[in-house]
């Protein structure tokens, strides 16, 4: 996990508090836009977007931006 940056808030797309869940691509075995809650410890965050890392058409990575 990891807090956006203050150039990365802009107040319109990303919030201050939102937090990117940066998550390996093959860890998670399933399509990423089905997923729209990430529980880290016993706190929900709803998933606002998701983008991929598929450098050479194979996902490597996926980044969840989360609010709660």
């Not at 990365?8 to 998670?28: C, H, M, N, P, Q």
């Not at 706190?43 to 977007?49: A, E, K, N, S």
């Amino acid at each position: 996990l990891a807090a956006y940056s203050l150039e990365e808030t802009d107040g319109t797309l990303v919030y201050r508090g939102d937090i990117k869940a940066i998550v390996a691509a093959a860890s998670i075995g399933i399509d990423p836009e089905n997923i729209d809650i990430i529980r880290v410890g016993s706190v929900d965050w709803g998933v606002v977007r998701t983008s991929t890392t598929n450098p050479g058409g194979t996902d490597v990575v996926h980044v969840f931006q989360c609010r709660r």
